[in-house]
């Protein structure tokens, strides 16, 4: 499969298991690229996920398939196969993955780290989770309303975020949010947070609606893009 080139000065790693990818991962990337004016979001399917034992319910190269398909018309966005399948690991971790990236850019390229609020809330949990601020800022899509108490108390231990933030000039609305993240030992990188976009889709109740009907069900609301739900039909995924 022919891929673009990983290319531009500031980029943000965007993984996930995309199973399937919809319309609140277009969201969440538009608004992130809008507000830090990124190159490029690198949209990474992941093949095995250490926190997910019982793997995803679409097989790699669909879920790779439909995100190709799903960022289709969007010139910013890339598909990368950073997180794809490989015989020297078992897991897929997200410090792995960063640090290899930062081996194939630029040293003048910037690395950035997008994911939306549920991932961010589980941070603790992650391989080396309280390095991976240092190697790429995050760049996190809060739910609205969601206190700042909850986003300090999700980092891993020995790091803190400073309650005080200044707020991008860009056009988002509300605007970019950034803080500061410290660790104990003396290090600090940039945290970026997107507040308030109001974004509630749930990819296992979109794979539950498909199952229920039989096929991808298409809705005035349909939370799918068309190719996606395309994809899902023609292959019969989430049966």
């Known amino acids: 499969m022919n891929l673009p ?25 538009r608004a992130a690229q809008s507000a830090l004016a990124l190159d490029s979001v690198l949209f990474a399917p992941v093949a095995v996920q250490p926190l997910k034992p019982q793997g995803s319910t679409a097989r790699f190269t669909d879920r790779l398939a439909m995100t190709e398909l799903a ?14 399948p490989a015989t020297d690991r078992v897991h897929n971790y997200t410090i792995d993955t960063l640090l290899r990236l930062h081996d194939e850019l630029s040293p003048e390229t910037a690395l950035y780290c997008l994911m939306g609020a ?3 809330l589980n941070l603790r949990t992650w391989h080396r989770g309280a390095e991976i601020p240092f190697v790429a800022p995050l760049i996190v899509a809060a739910r609205p309303g969601q206190p700042l108490e909850d986003l300090a108390a999700s980092l891993p231990p020995g790091l803190s975020l400073d309650s005080k933030s200044r707020e991008s000039r860009a056009s988002t609305e509300p605007p970019l949010r950034t803080f500061t993240v410290r660790s104990e030992a003396g290090a600090s990188a940039a945290f970026f947070l997107l507040p308030g976009l109001h974004i509630d889709i749930s990819a296992s109740e979109i794979r539950r609606q498909v199952s229920d009907a039989s096929g991808c069900p298409r809705t005035e609301n349909n939370l799918l893009p068309d190719l996606v739900c395309d994809y899902i039909a023609l292959h019969g995924l989430y049966r």
């Open 71 to 84: 960022i289709q018309g969007e010139p910013n966005f890339a598909v990368s196969l950073a997180d794809a």
């Open 5 to 29: 080139a990983h290319k531009g000065r500031k980029i943000a790693f965007f993984g996930g298991s995309f199973d399937p990818p919809h319309r609140g991962h277009l969201a969440v990337a």
């Open 118 to 120: 549920d991932s961010f």
